[in-house]
């Protein structure tokens, strides 16, 4: 019987179990990638633990997420990471290098391999037929150790693609219309491996956004194979010599499939609230926007870089609009900077950011009040973007620039001929945003940098109170949330506890500590989203025991999984084994 990429993937790294759907595997890791939001924690986690050096044969530390160190609290953070990056074996990837997803796909991907991140987007680097997953910090920091990475052997389906996009439709159109299909709950416990001849007309940059958003839908990853698309990625970046091809067998068997003609597809928009909330953008059309962001992990490539350029060169941004580009990676913007891109893009108007995640995840270019924002970005969760009552869309590069020219809500098509973009023969940038390990130097500790809390063994019985009773969708956003204020805490789990369901309840942590301790009471996909490590450690350090969530949460895997699993064992502080033994 034939096999597909993703089980060739997983039996050449299991190292434990039986790769059939549903039993837990454990994998070994080739590949770790960590960032400055919970790889800090992680990296904790490893020290805690004791290990003497990270195994894994390439470990990358990224400062990314707030590389504008808004207070000494971040810097103590970034001076950490490159610490013990430096000690214990990994690169390490300057604030303003680029963000982990993007940065990782261009310098380090290799297909074939495996890689764990502490970030739930991390299954971007399935767009180079990688096994990339998201997962909570202490899975991470055990892959560090060299210890392999368990999870449920998720169930493979086929996404067959036919036909080739349309004008103005891009691969974002691609993922919001499966989105739209599927809703946030509609990859949990899967895996999407994509195929069929609608794959040869995606760039590498088109499947990287697919891959990266499929973490939307709750996906354990996404997997593309490796072929000539890859090759000439990786050799347009001088690393021909890591291509290697990948592929399914012709007779693969999968669990499911879904069929879907790219030529059928239009420019789609996702409504405020969630990425699934998705409607083609003639029915929004006209709605103002005070803001409009090209980037993100998502949409952060060249070729969105490229194409916005395209579309507003020579005009101008309308006066009522704020447009920001924020470049995925410094080898993007010193290449926009060699090909003229940013001289255009200046003189119409736009700001263009350090390479980081920024607003993305609410650091930086809040909203005003009631002010409605158009990103090409991946999630909209209330609030996410730093202000309570938000309203953030979401929808393609091309869309977002259209709008940036209007000062509404705009059809691409309405523009008339599509950008045409080509790509630089090489994107010849510079590797200076990286730092080698060599195993010396001091581990400097800022005082926001408190020890790990550990958990406790489960008990037989558990008698506590209900603290909070929850209903559907409760994002990790919702448990620990997002922003510039919260995010300086990352490695202090005292302080950023206290930010508990902030938004939803925010006498939580009062009562939590009152009570000593209790249990939290979800429905479906509790722990959806971001892989927050502190979504998990905060509610254990207030005293939560367990968290009662539907069977269909427990099983979203990756970096909700990781989340969620995490909260669900605080009670023994583990998050290795699915379904924990408390529930
Ligand atoms: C996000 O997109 O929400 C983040 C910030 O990248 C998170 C990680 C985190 O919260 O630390 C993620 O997606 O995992
Ligand atoms: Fe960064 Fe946003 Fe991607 Fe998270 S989703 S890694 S915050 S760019």
């Given at each position: 019987m034939g096999r597909s990429l993703t089980r060739k993937l997983i039996e050449s790294h299991l190292?434990?179990?039986?790769?059939?759907?549903g039993e837990e595997i454990g994998l070994s890791v080739d590949q770790v990638l960590l960032t400055d939001t919970n790889g800090t924690m992680a990296w904790l986690q490893f020290e805690a633990l004791g290990f003497p050096r990270a195994v894994p044969g390439r470990v990358v530390s990224y400062a990314?997420?707030?590389?504008?160190?808004?207070d000494s609290r971040n810097s103590d953070d970034h001076r950490y990471l490159q610490a013990v990056s430096r000690r214990y074996g990994a690169v390490f990837s300057k604030p303003?290098?680029?963000?982990c997803h993007q940065v990782h796909m261009e310098s380090f991907a290799i297909p074939g391999q495996t890689l764990l991140g502490?970030?739930?987007?991390?299954?971007?680097?399935?767009?180079?037929g990688m096994l990339a997953i998201g997962a909570g910090g202490l899975d991470v920091a055990v892959a560090l150790g060299g210890g392999p990475y368990f999870f449920p052997m998720p169930a493979v389906t086929r996404v067959w693609l036919t036909g080739a996009l349309r004008p103005w439709v891009t691969a974002k159109d691609v993922i919001l219309e499966l989105l739209r299909r599927l809703?946030?709950?509609?990859?949990?416990?899967k895996i999407f491996e994509y195929g069929g001849p609608?794959?040869?007309?995606?760039l590498a940059a088109q499947r990287m956004t697919i891959a990266n958003m499929g973490a939307e839908l709750g996906l354990t990853t996404s997997v593309f194979p490796s072929d000539e698309v890859t090759r000439s990625f990786l050799t347009r970046l001088?690393?021909?010599?890591d291509w290697r091809p990948a592929a399914p067998d012709e007779d693969a068997t999968y669990d499911d499939q879904i069929e879907l003609d790219l030529s059928g597809l239009t420019p789609l928009v996702a409504l405020p609230?969630?990425?699934?909330?998705v409607v083609p953008v003639e029915e929004v059309a006209g709605t103002a926007v005070e803001q409009v962001m090209v980037g993100s992990c998502?949409?952060?490539s060249w070729h969105d870089m490229a194409s916005v350029t395209e579309i507003v060169r020579g005009r101008r941004v309308h006066p009522s609009v704020s447009f920001v580009l924020f470049p995925g990676s410094h080898k993007i913007l010193e290449t926009m900077a060699r090909e003229g891109l940013l001289a255009d893009l200046l003189a119409a108007g736009a700001t263009v950011s350090e390479s980081t995640c920024g607003s993305c995840a609410?650091?930086?270019?809040v909203p005003a009040s009631g002010a409605k924002s158009l990103r090409a970005f991946n999630r909209n969760f209330?609030?996410?973007?730093?202000?309570?009552?938000d309203a953030v869309y979401l929808c393609s590069s091309v869309v977002a620039a259209a709008s940036a020219l209007t000062g509404v809500i705009t059809d691409?098509?309405?523009?008339g001929a599509s950008p045409a973009v080509t790509l630089p023969?090489?994107?010849?940038?510079?590797?200076?945003g990286f730092v080698e390990p060599d195993g010396e130097g001091d581990i400097v500790r800022g005082p926001n940098i408190k020890p790990v809390p550990l958990g406790e063994p489960v008990a037989e019985t558990l008698d506590a109170p209900v603290l909070l009773k929850l209903g559907d969708k409760v994002s990790t956003d919702d448990i620990s949330p997002a922003g510039a204020a919260v995010l300086v805490f990352r490695s202090n789990v005292p302080a950023i506890?206290?930010?508990?369901?902030k938004y939803v309840d925010p006498e939580f942590p009062a009562r939590a500590k009152a009570a000593g301790r209790g249990i939290i009471v979800g429905g479906e996909t509790?722990?959806?989203?971001?892989?927050?490590?502190a979504a998990a450690v905060g509610p254990m350090f207030l005293g939560v025991r367990a968290v009662l969530a539907s069977r269909s949460s427990s099983t979203t895997p990756g970096r909700a999984r990781g989340s969620s699993a995490t909260i669900a064992c605080a009670c023994r502080g583990s998050a290795r084994r699915w379904p924990p033994a408390c529930l």
């Open positions: 190292v434990a179990g039986q790769a059939v759907a990314d997420h707030n590389v504008y160190q808004v303003g290098n680029g963000i502490t970030d739930s987007h991390t299954p971007l680097c399935g767009a180079a809703t946030v709950r509609g990859g949990t416990g609608g794959l040869r007309s995606l001088g690393r021909g010599e609230g969630s990425p699934d909330r998502t949409n952060g609410g650091i930086g270019h209330a609030g996410r973007s730093g202000v309570k009552d691409p098509r309405t523009l023969p090489r994107f010849a940038a510079s590797t200076a506890a206290e930010f508990c369901f509790y722990g959806q989203g971001s892989s927050r490590e």
